[in-house]
């Protein structure tokens, strides 16, 4: 049952946000329905790290560890943003650069994106999933779209097109992957695509199909994810969405995306062994971590920035699943974890300076953001350190064991240059955000603070940021390894 | 009966898949907007029918389903819908390419061929003459090219519908399309889309004073 009610919570918000009209009561059922969505999704988390499994409608809805994880991490990014966009969302209006008619666009749309991402998760056949993946993509384009400004405009079309030829690839991987299983499971059957049966019948598919099925895969969520070369559009969306949306697709879609990869790479190494998938991944990674390298270097503009430190985790998240063994799996979901807890601090600090300073541009800000808004400077730069792997934060953690199963499984070229793209990226960030934060302030920047409503996500996300590194609660760690063993290409 | 004759439907389906692939080229050679939406729906005409057969003659009763959508969704409305964006846009209504047209109709003919080769390893023997596989990745290809050659948005968007078209194609041929709930899915996320891309089109055409894409140059690196 809270598999049907996590479905319908989301889209009740919309519908109620749709006939609403007064700006405070819209806040308030954004976040009424956060808290319940992040409720629903503690409780689904927990009866699956109890009884493995969980679907309902004849299987048509269906969780294990893996997509209990995705839907806990999806509703606490969702939340966190929830509050965060009261308060952004109120600046932006006084602000004029929204008319309060846009308002209800934001507030109708972005429980339609949360639900989406719920369905992707929970959705049992793959062609459903399929559905939702797209689905993401139709209700996030006209939230980049949301300032309605010539950039934001051009991104959110460069974000569609790329987005359904993308989606379309992965149309053609789900349609082999169905004709892959058809002798098999039968056609005309809804159980041809699903993930359940499929996963009992891997070895028995059609493995022609399934080597191109799974190029078709890589390379269509793999646009979605934001992985090179398909991820061009990505630098533009998050820097013209408002911030909460961007720090929704840069947290929760792309982990949308990678589930979707993880589940045809389990099919597809069950049924041609799991060199053909992981060296793809890897190459793949690999790339993605090479490219966001001179890109972060030589960066102007402290979204674009993010983008492309996005670009990189999704990058790292890759090898960590080409490597294919058991420590790398838990590895690359703990990474899975902690970006999902970082990257939204990231954008909400790199929004508050947005706001303050009426651009993202480096130069423009010039420096001191520290001097102006103590709290902001310091978590921005602390979770600067953090994403970039550095020691007390937890993302550390998740890179060390990467890299540690990479050199157990004797890969030392893809280890070093791992190191070599963390290294480069570490000093790079650095430089940047240290420019940003320290230094005196521009004239005319009078100091002051955010408001709670963002000060209190971001405190919580930046102790969780330091804590999860050392302690992680044992029925999530449960949960992690449980969906490290589904992940895992070994069968 | 003549229509209980398996063969004869089978060379109506080839016939159909060969009309599709004409329209196509159509669609590449063609320069006035107004015509392309014409054309796809055209083209969308001879996949419904093709989807019917496909029904008749496997007995494959969801597939119907799937024919009347396209019938309703791709030959009717979605060439309304286009229609109307492209007269609230005011705009002449010529498509602007890239490359000029013998090119692209050069192109697209290595595409069709790439397409007979990829569909070549899943053409069973004993089917003779079903080259619709063939066909069908000739067309996504074909679609993906018409979205990156043209300018306007709306030839943009009209590349995807015929990618659309030939994955529709390649479903239908592959596995008698797919799960019906699927298939109810992907049609609604299609027709979602086109909405989006309506409103999108208007609103950069509000904004940019065009539709041309080319006027895109503000987000680099």
Same mark, same amino acid.
């Given at each position: 049952m809270p598999l049907i009610f996590l479905l319908l919570a989301p889209l009740a918000e919309g519908l109620i946000c749709l006939l609403l009209r007064s700006r405070l009561l819209m806040e308030r059922v954004s976040i009424a329905s956060a808290v319940i969505n992040f409720v629903l999704a503690v409780i689904v988390a927990r009866h699956v790290g109890r009884y493995q499994t969980m679907s309902v409608l004849n299987g048509f809805l269906f969780a294990d560890a893996m997509s209990a994880l995705v839907v806990l991490l999806t509703a606490f990014v969702a939340l966190m943003c929830a509050f965060y966009a009261v308060s952004y969302l109120r600046a932006d209006l006084e602000q004029a650069r929204i008319s309060s008619g846009r308002l209800k666009e934001y507030y109708t749309l972005t429980p339609l994106f949360v639900f989406a991402m719920f369905l992707v998760a929970l959705a049992n056949n793959l062609g459903v999933m399929w559905v939702?993946?797209?689905?993401?993509?139709?209700?996030?384009?006209? &939230? +980049?779209?949301?300032?309605?400004? #010539?950039?934001? &405009?051009?991104?959110?079309? #460069?974000? +569609?097109? =790329?987005?359904s030829i993308g989606i379309s690839l992965a149309l053609f991987g789900t349609l082999l992957t169905y004709y892959s299983a058809a002798h098999v499971v039968g056609?005309?059957?809804?159980?041809?695509?699903?993930?359940?049966? &499929? =996963?009992?019948?891997?070895?028995? &598919?059609?493995? #022609?199909?399934?080597?191109l099925a799974f190029i078709f895969i890589l390379l269509g969520y793999g646009t979605k994810a934001g992985v090179a070369p398909m991820h061009t559009w990505k630098p533009d969306s998050y820097s013209e969405a408002p911030v909460p949306s961007a720090a929704i697709l840069a947290a929760a879609v792309s982990n949308c995306a990678l589930y979707g990869i993880m589940r045809f790479n389990v099919l597809t190494s069950r049924c041609l062994g799991p060199d053909f998938s992981g060296s793809l991944l890897l190459y793949f990674g690999i790339g993605s971590m090479l490219l966001a390298v001179p890109f972060i270097l030589v960066q102007r503009s402290t979204r674009r920035l993010l983008a492309y430190s996005s670009i990189d985790h999704t990058g790292i998240m890759l090898v960590g699943l080409g490597i294919g063994s058991s420590l790398s799996s838990l590895g690359t979901l703990l990474h899975m974890v902690y970006h999902a807890i970082s990257k939204p601090l990231l954008f909400f600090c790199a929004g508050n300076v947005q706001q303050k300073f009426q651009s993202a541009h480096f130069r423009r800000i010039g420096g001191g953001v520290i001097n102006v808004m103590p709290v902001t400077g310091t978590l921005f730069l602390a979770v600067a350190l953090a994403v970039t792997g550095t020691p007390p934060f937890c993302l550390f953690q998740s890179e060390l064991t990467i890299l540690s199963a990479c050199f157990q499984n004797h890969n030392l070229w893809v280890g070093s240059i791992f190191v070599g793209c963390v290294v480069t990226i570490f000093a790079g960030f650095l430089y940047h955000i240290g420019q940003l934060n320290l230094g005196s302030p521009p004239r005319g920047v009078a100091p002051s603070e955010s408001d709670w409503w963002r000060l209190g996500p971001m405190l919580l996300l930046a102790a969780l940021v330091l804590l999860l590194g050392f302690w992680l609660p044992s029925p999530l760690y449960r949960l992690i390894q449980q969906a490290g063993q589904i992940i895992g290409s070994a069968p | 009966m003549f229509y209980d004759d398996i063969e004869l439907g089978t060379r109506l389906i080839t016939l159909m898949a060969a009309a599709m692939l004409v329209v196509q080229f159509l669609m590449v050679g063609q320069r006035l907007l107004p015509t392309a939406i014409r054309l796809f729906s055209l083209q969308s005409l001879f996949l419904a029918c093709l989807a019917g057969t496909v029904a008749y003659?496997?007995?494959?009763?969801?597939? @119907?389903?799937?024919?009347?959508?396209?019938?309703?969704?791709?030959?009717?409305?979605?060439?309304?819908?286009?229609?109307?964006?492209?007269?609230?846009?005011?705009?002449?209504?010529e498509v602007e390419s890239h490359?000029?047209?013998?090119?692209?109709?050069?192109?697209?003919?290595?595409?069709?061929?790439?397409? @007979?080769?990829?569909?070549?390893?899943?053409?069973?023997?004993?089917?003779?003459?079903?080259?619709?596989?063939?066909?069908?990745t000739a067309l996504f290809l074909m679609g993906f090219f018409l979205m990156m050659n043209r300018r306007k948005a709306i030839s943009q968007v009209l590349g995807l519908l015929t990618a659309e078209n030939g994955l529709f194609l390649a479903a239908i041929s592959?596995? @008698?399309?797919?799960?019906?709930?699927?298939?109810?899915?992907i049609f609604f996320d299609v027709l979602i889309a086109v909405m989006i891309f309506g409103i999108l089109v208007y609103r950069i055409s509000e904004i940019f004073d065009s539709m041309d894409t080319n006027k895109f140059r503000r987000l680099r690196g």
């Open positions: 939702a993946i797209e689905g993401t993509t139709l209700a996030s384009v006209l &939230l +980049i779209a949301f300032y309605n400004q #010539k950039p934001s &405009l051009e991104a959110a079309w #460069k974000y +569609i097109i =790329i987005g056609i005309e059957s809804i159980e041809g695509l699903n993930w359940s049966r &499929l =996963i009992l019948e891997a070895q028995k &598919l059609d493995p #022609k199909a399934m080597r | 003659v496997n007995q494959a009763r969801h597939v @119907y389903i799937a024919a009347a959508l396209t019938l309703l969704l791709k030959v009717i409305v979605m060439p309304l819908f286009l229609n109307r964006i492209l007269e609230r846009a005011t705009e002449k209504a490359l000029n047209t013998p090119a692209s109709i050069l192109i697209c003919g290595g595409l069709t061929l790439v397409g @007979y080769m990829v569909a070549h390893p899943f053409i069973k023997p004993h089917e003779r003459g079903h080259s619709t596989l063939a066909v069908a592959l596995t @008698y399309g797919m799960p019906l709930i699927v298939e109810l899915g």
